[in-house]
């Protein structure tokens, strides 16, 4: 399975658990979220991955897809977890036109 997957396949997964794990700064700059999708904090995956189910494909974004998606992603592989992160991040969500527009609940 490949780490990524680009925004526009987003789309084709149905079932897929959706993860913002953007930075508390990040997400403070723009809290815009994909439909959805569960916010968690990056540096406490350890505690929340767990919970994750390891028959359902996990995707992850964070801002621009970089260090943090990848540090995150890792975690959840390692836990057994079928996870990918967006490449590109929310930025590249948005050029997709694939979030919301108001603030998501916001779940720790």
Known sequence: MERSIK????????????VDVRREADFATGPQMIEGALRKQPETVKEWAGALPKDRDVVIYCARGGSVSNSVLDELLNKGIRARFIEGGIEALKKESQIKKKEEKHNE
């Open 7 to 18: 925004p526009k396949e987003l789309k084709e997964l149905k079932d897929a658990i959706i």
